[in-house]
């Protein structure tokens, strides 16, 4: 129910801005979280690069930053095996696509079952000569999607017993964030106040 409300305001926001309702392009990344401790150890995991024992949180979104598809696992699942289930879940959905940018933990694998759904991944490579934080081209828009989804307090750790729950919270922060979108309703915030 969240992800059929949420592909509806997600074609009237696109609509709203000038752009067709659905899109040709997407973006993917992934979020590793902490979990609470009434979460099953079983559907928990740990991700060793981030050193975070948790779920794995991997989206799509459209270059706008509105989400397609969103899939919860294990924090211990890698980015090209989560990348390859969402790659079969955009081709179902949305056939209109045809380009997905990805960083370097989806590549391989992930470009091969791109092309055999027809959807042509690029990844996008951070300049090695650069320090510190650097916007990264087209990526940029899928961080700060999950960044907007962190505001939502409910997000900041992973509460639910199930993944699916877990998923259908994230469609409700996006719901909620596309309703402000197209009402023009700011955010309400405790500064300046």
Not at 15 to 30: F, K, L
Not at 53 to 71: A, E, H, N, P, Q
Not at 77 to 97: E, F, N, R, W, Y
Not at 137 to 157: I, K
Request: charged share 25%.
């Amino acid at each position: 129910m969240f992800e059929q409300l949420n592909g509806l305001l997600r074609r009237l926001v696109r609509a709203a801005e000038g752009r067709d309702p659905e899109p040709t392009a997407c973006i993917i990344d992934s979020q590793s979280v902490k979990t609470s401790t009434n979460v099953p150890a079983a559907t928990q995991g740990v991700d060793v690069g981030k050193r975070i024992v948790g779920r794995k949180r991997s989206i799509v979104t459209d270059t706008i930053g509105l989400l397609l598809v969103v899939l919860v696992t294990a924090a211990s699942v890698q980015d090209g095996t989560a990348g390859q289930q969402l790659l079969s879940a955009v081709a179902a959905k949305h056939p209109a696509i045809s380009k997905a940018w990805a960083d370097l933990g989806y590549k391989n694998a992930v470009v091969e079952h791109g092309a055999a759904v027809g959807i042509d991944v690029e990844i996008v490579r951070r300049d090695p000569t650069t320090r510190g934080f650097v916007v990264q081209p087209r990526r940029w828009v899928v961080e700060r999607t999950v960044g907007r989804l962190m505001h939502h307090r409910r997000l900041a750790r992973d509460c639910e017993a199930l993944p699916a729950r877990s998923e259908a919270m994230i469609h409700v922060a996006m719901i909620c964030l596309m309703t402000r979108r197209l009402t023009g309703e700011s955010t309400p915030t405790w500064r300046g106040a």
